[in-house]
């Protein structure tokens, strides 16, 4: 009922940029929360960006004054701009949603966008 389709991972080499994007459709009350997570292989899966409802946003050390998360309200959509990439930026970049719908509220997952970087 509800689905999110990310799109913008590509092979950049240090120091480009990349813009992700995650569109959320579907049975959609309300929208609480939108995050990004990464996970490489073989390690945990972390949170990288978080914005609320009211433009609350909130980084990783790790990438702080480098991503920038952002939304547009109107197509439901959630934005990571990166910066400035680094090797150990390399991972699975995944968007979360905190959506309520019309029964209940739950986290979703988008399928995942491969970001590689390497020279």
């Known amino acids: 009922q509800v689905q999110l389709v990310e799109s913008g991972g590509d092979l950049v080499q240090p120091g480009g940029s990349l813009r992700l994007s995650c569109a959320a459709s579907?049975?959609?009350?309300?929208?609480?929360?939108m995050a990004w997570y990464r996970q490489a292989p073989d390690n945990p899966r972390e949170l990288v960006a978080l914005?609320?409802?009211?433009?609350?946003?909130n980084y990783a050390d790790s990438v702080k004054g480098r991503f920038t998360i952002s939304r547009d309200n109107v197509k439901n959509t959630v934005y990571l701009q990166m910066n400035n990439l680094k090797p150990e930026d390399t991972a699975v970049y995944y968007c979360?949603?905190?959506?309520?719908?019309?029964?209940?509220?739950?986290?979703?997952w988008g399928q995942g966008t491969q970001v590689t970087v390497s020279s």
């Open positions: 914005i609320t409802a009211s433009g609350l946003t």
């Open positions: 579907g049975s959609i009350f309300s929208i609480y929360a």
């Open positions: 979360n949603g905190d959506i309520r719908t019309v029964r209940s509220r739950n986290y979703f």
